[in-house]
C-alpha cells in the first residue's frame, strides 16, 4: 500500500550514522552527513539535541548547529544541564556538568547558539526552575519536563509556570518507583501536556506506549527516537558528548556494565510501524505524531513530502522517496 505524508519531524535527535551531534570537533559537514542519512528514513526536519556538558562544549556544538543552512535544522533542543543529579533519572547525562536553572546560564547558552535554541528540557525540582520556566515561556522557547524526581507539587508549579511537553515519557526517571503518586502519572493526566515516547521496544514496552496514548490522545503524542551516533550502524560502541554508550545486537543503546539506556538506535519511519503494531492506531493517526504534530507544538511547518510502502499485515513501513 503506498502512502504519502508529510515530511517527518523529529524534536530530539542527538546525532545518527557515526555521527555525534555533542561530539568535539563537530563540523557543517558532519552534520550535513547526518541530515542526508536522517533524510533517508523520512526525517526532512529536526531539532539537534544537545545534552548536559561543559558550557565550552555546548557552546562549540551550537554554534555550528546555529549556522547550517536550509530548513533541515529547525532549531536547538537543549536537554539539561537543569536536570536531577540522582541515577537514573539523570539517564547517561553526566553528573559533573548537572546545575541548578539559571537565566544568566541560559541566556549565555542562548547567545553561544545564536539564538535557535527552541525547546528546553530540564526538571522542575532544580533550584531556579521556576523562574527559568516564567522566562523561556516569555521569549518564545517551549519547555518540557524530563530527567526529573519531582514531586506532584513541583511538576504541578513547572506546568503552572508554562511547561508544556514531557521528555520521553516513562523515560529519564528512577528505575523503582512509588506505585502512586509519581511523576509519569502526573505528567499522563496532565492536560495541558504533549508526551514524547520513544517507540523502540526498548525504551517502553508495548502495553506501556499503548496506555499512555490513550491516557494522552492522539494528538497530544509526539514520536522522538533520541537517536545517537549508533543509529543507523551496526553493534558496536559509540559515544554521546563524551560518554560511551554500546549498542547491542538487538538494538538496545545502553551505558555499558549498567541498566541505563543511553539515547537509541530507532529511527523516526520505524518509530511510527513500532506504534501501529504496538497500539493498533491506524497509519494515518500515527504519522501525524511523527509530522505534524510536533511541527505545530513548535509552533512550525512541516517540510516536504514522503511517499512510503506500508503492509498493514505484516507492520512494516519502507520509505521510498522524499521530497523535500
Aim: charged share 15%.
Amino acid at each position: 500500500m503506498r502512502i504519502e505524508v508529510p515530511g517527518l519531524f523529529d524534536l530530539q535527535v542527538n546525532g545518527f550514522g557515526g555521527i555525534d551531534f555533542n561530539a568535539a570537533g563537530l563540523t557543517a559537514d558532519r552534520v550535513d552527513d547526518a541530515l542526508q542519512q536522517m533524510l533517508a528514513t523520512g526525517v526532512t526536519r529536526c531539532l539537534p539535541t544537545l545534552i548536559t556538558s561543559s558550557f565550552e562544549q555546548f557552546a562549540a556544538s551550537a554554534r555550528v548547529l546555529s549556522r547550517m543552512s536550509g530548513a533541515a535544522v529547525a532549531g536547538i533542543h537543549m536537554e539539561g544541564p537543569y536536570i536531577s543529579p540522582e541515577d537514573g533519572a539523570r539517564g547517561a547525562h553526566p553528573r559533573e556538568h548537572v546545575r541548578p536553572a539559571s537565566i544568566d546560564d541560559f541566556n549565555r547558552r542562548q547567545d553561544a547558539a545564536n539564538g535557535r535554541i527552541v525547546l528546553v528540557t530540564l526538571a522542575p525540582e532544580v533550584a531556579g526552575a521556576v523562574g527559568l520556566i516564567e522566562h523561556l515561556v516569555a521569549a518564545g522557547v517551549r519547555v518540557a519536563i524530563g530527567h526529573t524526581a519531582a514531586t506532584p507539587g513541583q511538576i504541578a508549579d513547572a506546568i503552572a509556570a508554562g511547561a508544556t511537553l514531557a521528555t520521553h515519557l516513562g523515560n529519564g526517571c528512577a528505575q523503582m518507583l512509588p506505585r502512586h503518586p509519581n511523576a509519569i502519572w502526573e505528567l499522563l493526566a496532565a492536560d495541558a501536556v504533549f508526551a514524547s515516547l520513544i517507540v523502540d521496544g526498548h525504551h517502553l514496552p508495548p502495553a506501556t506506549v499503548k496506555a499512555m496514548m490513550r491516557a494522552k490522545g492522539e494528538n497530544r503524542t509526539i514520536l522522538v527516537t533520541d537517536a545517537v551516533a549508533a543509529a543507523g550502524r551496526p553493534p558496536g560502541t559509540y559515544t554521546i558528548g563524551g560518554v560511551t554508550s554500546e549498542l547491542s545486537a538487538d538494538g538496545r543503546v545502553s551505558l555499558p556494565g549498567t541498566p541505563y539506556l543511553a539515547g537509541s538506535a530507532l529511527t523516526l519511519d520505524r518509530a511510527i510501524a513500532n506504534t501501529v503494531r504496538f497500539t493498533g492506531l491506524s497509519i494515518d493517526a500515527v504519522t501525524k505524531m511523527a509530522s505534524t504534530i510536533p511541527a505545530s507544538y513548535l509552533g512550525l511547518a512541516t517540510g516536504g513530502t514522503v511517499t512510503a510502502d506500508w503492509d498493514p499485515d505484516t507492520g512494516e513501513l519502507h520509505v521510498r522517496r522524499v521530497m523535500e
